[in-house]
């Protein structure tokens, strides 16, 4: 189904073009998907980090329109705002889509995914949800190139229902919306957030996939380099390896502002990839985003540092302790393996392999991609993988296997 594009940029991430290069290609378009400023933020955070922010006010009702992008340089840094943006404006339904959705019931599709596998909310009764007409659109299983009919609940983010009749039955989110130099890049990024999304999940439900990592082991002078920053400016940081049965590493990290002790800046930040280095350089760099939006200040979805502010910073330390207490047992980064190659589709079978070894035998992508912006832009779900962490109404029998078995 994909073709065999070799990865050709190594320096903290895996892509098949230099960050310059993406900018240099997709810079123009930027007005075009509807976003007015581009600005690096790294400056408001004493730490040093690059990060950079991308502000597109014609967002959709029900979407944030201020997006983060980070990194281990500036290039990175500013690309990743720029793909954030183009993904959250491709993920948009516009009226091109009309042509290729079908409102209809589950027996009206000709076929149509098994809603028992979506770990759909617990409230929702799916016998009846069979019943009633929903907006359906096409995605392809990239394991059998089997095509199956969606809801576009699932699809498009946010989700507005083209009428009154029409039901929406879950809570939008962006969860395998990944944005890509080719749509291969695009789909690998999209299965490694679903996948990483998992694994959290699993962790949040079960606290049992938690291995932490000794960070005098490591030996990566990325990964030293931005521990310095945060060391130096009193910031804790706690290294823990979440993978769960899906054997693609993810890894959870925790920050703790010892200096200014605020409840709004013990920061998480979670990174899933082949090769466990860049997970843990995708954790990293995704705190020192986090820290930045808390202090920029300015994103529509910090109403939980509000809440964090008011319970407090020793009550959401002990709230959060599966994070940041060390239970004494450490493992080195060197001991995950690292499964990653030089080839885009060799990663993407890497993938569909550990995926389905856990019984995780379709990944369903759509193409997003917007033929006026030209950015490669993909949804995926993979049927069975948990969304708790996002959605705490969306429980699956993963995690309750898991805690069965470990």
């Not at 500036?74 to 339904?93: D, I, L, N, T, V």
């Not at 609940?153 to 039901?167: A, E, G, R, V, W």
Request: charged share 30%; with cysteine.
């Amino acid at each position: 189904m994909f073709s065999d594009i070799p990865i050709k940029y190594f320096n903290g991430t895996h892509r098949v073009k230099e960050p310059r290069e993406t900018i240099k290609n997709y810079e123009d378009k930027l007005r075009v998907a509807g976003i007015t400023r581009l600005t690096e933020i790294t400056d408001l955070d004493r730490v040093g980090i690059p990060v950079f922010s991308a502000i597109r006010p014609t967002a959709q009702e029900g979407s944030v329109s201020v997006y983060a992008g980070k990194g281990i340089g500036k290039p990175q840094a500013k690309a990743s705002a720029m793909m954030e943006g183009f993904e959250r404006y491709s993920a948009e339904k516009q009226k091109i889509d009309n042509d290729n959705i079908i409102i209809g019931t589950f027996e009206d599709m000709s076929n149509p995914v098994d809603f028992e596998s979506l770990v759909l909310p617990q409230s929702v009764d799916i016998e009846s949800l069979k019943g009633l007409e929903l907006e359906w659109s096409k995605m392809t299983d990239i394991v059998s190139e089997e095509e199956f009919d969606v809801p576009i609940n699932l699809i498009y983010h946010p989700y507005i229902p083209s009428n009154d009749n029409i039901t929406s039955f879950v809570k939008g989110n962006t969860n395998g919306l990944a944005s890509g130099n080719v749509l291969e890049e695009a789909v690998l990024h999209g299965i490694f957030e679903v996948v990483e999304r998992d694994a959290w999940s699993i962790f949040e439900e079960t606290k049992k996939n938690r291995k932490e990592i000794d960070l005098d082991t490591i030996e990566s002078e990325d990964i030293n380099n931005i521990l310095n920053k945060f060391e130096n400016e009193s910031v804790d940081i706690n290294l823990l390896d979440i993978t769960a049965d899906v054997e693609i590493p993810t890894i959870a990290v925790s920050s703790d502002d010892t200096l200014l002790k605020d409840a709004a800046l013990l920061t998480l930040g979670v990174g899933t990839h082949l090769n466990p280095e860049i997970a843990v350089l995708r954790a990293l760099t995704e705190v020192a985003q986090s820290r930045a939006t808390q202090i920029h200040g300015t994103r529509e979805d910090t109403a939980r540092a509000d809440f964090m502010r008011k319970a407090g910073y020793g009550r959401m330390k002990k709230i959060n302790s599966h994070y940041f207490e060390s239970e004494g047992n450490k493992i080195n980064l060197s001991s995950i393996d690292n499964n990653s190659s030089v080839s885009i589709k060799k990663d993407i079978d890497t993938c569909i392999e550990k995926l389905s070894n856990v019984g995780l035998n379709k990944i369903l992508f759509k193409d997003l991609t917007r033929s006026e912006i030209g950015v490669n832009v993909v949804r995926v779900i993979i049927p069975g993988a948990e969304l708790f962490a996002l959605d705490p109404s969306r429980r699956g029998e993963r995690a309750v296997e898991y805690d069965l078995n470990h």
